[in-house]
């Protein structure tokens, strides 16, 4: 099979989960003392690749800033080694400063429309099922999931999945109850979109239909699927890819079927770590293809043999891998189909990516290159060796 090329589906709602707001007007700036050393800048101190797990964060909850407290505590572990033990505010000022290059001025103001548009449907979209937008483990997941998440081991995690081709995890998750309401509540709010003409933004830029959970009231909800049960499990299986300091998300449905949307082209997500699963209903068709882990530069390259794999949904059943697995949705040909996403991503790794060539820790291609490489200069070595001895003998 060929492929035009993996397209990279990106979340037309936009990526930034966690603005609140300009913090105090730009006061955190640390005052320069006469003499003193200008403040470290990401100009002249890059981020280490690796964090210092020995390292304590501070805690930035107290303040109000426009990046999630979470961020700081988990990138400041990233800090170059003379900035970790400094103020907490020549800490924070570099991060910031570094973090708000993602969010150049075009796209705060973005951000805050977002957030307007998001603010308009909560306030009008009456909610079905009020209990989906509080996280309740025992009403959501299988008893089987939470004695993983509980015991929280590898080991755990490895009794309720298979791993049908590498990195590809399957288990099951969610209770048929809570498929049933979360099916009731889409259906209930593509309703009310549908009467009220209000126009939203579909989840990405690769479909037509589905609903982001996130602007309706559901954000909360997810970020706390994020944080204590995708992010345990992405810390053991994804760990090359940001997996333990997941810290952002993307959260929605797809809808599926002959009046939905068909099919889902070949692409990777735009996550580090996506949990795809099935919520319902009655359908045929409608399988995963995968082709790889592919860094930016090898988007397109070749699938080999063994990384061929396709995935039939079940119901209930989740599918988590990396963003960077290349794969699509075969046409559903019959009955409908919903499939809750979550993409998590992780601010640092999308740092740390920008100093670095070589992804051969998780990209296959870099990994080919890599060996490939290795070779040459062991044939090379060989080489040099067999030159010389002939050298001796004559
Ligand atoms: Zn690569």
Redesign the pocket.
Known sequence: MSFDGARTAGASGGRPERAIGRANGGALAPGLKNGAAPPPTYLTHRLRLNPNSDHRPDNYEDLDLEFSPLIFSSLERYLPPNLLHQARDVKLNYMREILLRYYPENERIRLQKHREYRQKIISNYQRLHLGLYNMHPTNFFVPSFLKAINENTEQAFRNIMSEPSPGIFTFEMLQPRFCEMLLAEVENFEKWVHETKFRIMRPSTMNKYGAVLDDFGMKNMLEKLMEDFIRPMSKVFFPEVGGSNLDSHHGFVLEYGIDRDVDLGFHVDDSEVSLNVCVGKQFSGGELFFRGV??D??VNTETQPEEIFDYSHVPGHAVLHRGRHRHGARATTSGNRINLLLWCRSSVFRESKKYQKD??SW????QR?KKERQRQSVAAIKMDLLRREGQTAT
């Open positions: 592919r860094c530069k090898h992804f051969s990209c296959a291609e870099c290159d």
